[in-house]
């Protein structure tokens, strides 16, 4: 019976337009290894990568740009592919589900004052420990993912 049940069983969930993300993963490659630039969510301090609504009229990239812009203080140059995407709990109690689209973001510089520093930490990070620290599984493995794609390696 639940062999029935879990062959009809989808990860995937439709989601409406107006719960779709999108975020920025901000990198930069140093001596031939990537480096990430990882903050905290405000909520629980956990870290994370910048994401936020889609504004009207805007791009996703371009949102997920402004987004690294407000969040992480970091401009560069965004990708308008993703890398991947995720499933992350929104609001104050985190109980609805929203699907984030993750575009990479080459960053070229980083700001000494940006709209949310006094709200966050940021921190750089190299792949392990960016696998180490990121609360949500799926965004270790959309980092692993960017590395392999730009390197050619997972470590």
């Known amino acids: 019976m639940l062999r029935d049940i879990l062959k009809n069983w989808s990860p995937v969930a439709e989601t409406s337009s107006g719960l779709r993300q999108a975020g920025a993963l901000p990198y930069s490659i140093v001596d031939g290894r990537m480096a990430f630039l990882l903050i905290t969510s405000r909520r629980s301090g956990k870290w994370i990568f910048p994401k936020g609504a889609i504004e009207p009229e805007t791009t996703p990239w371009d949102s997920a740009a402004m987004e690294a812009l407000e969040e992480a203080g970091v401009s560069g140059e965004i990708s308008s592919t993703p890398i991947g995407s995720y499933r992350t709990g929104i609001g104050s109690d985190g109980a609805s589900l ?58």
């Not at 984030?100 to 709200?119: A, I, S």
């Not at 620290?133 to 050619?152: C, E, I, P, W």
Request: net charge positive; glycine share 4%.
């Open 98 to 155: 929203v699907d984030v689209d993750l575009y990479p973001l080459k960053v070229l510089r980083q700001h000494d004052n940006w709209r949310e520093e006094g709200q966050r930490l940021r921190h750089w990070a190299t792949l392990s420990e960016a696998q180490r620290l990121l609360a949500d599984r799926s965004l270790a493995r959309l980092a692993v993912r960017l590395n392999a794609q730009l390197l050619g390696t997972s470590r």
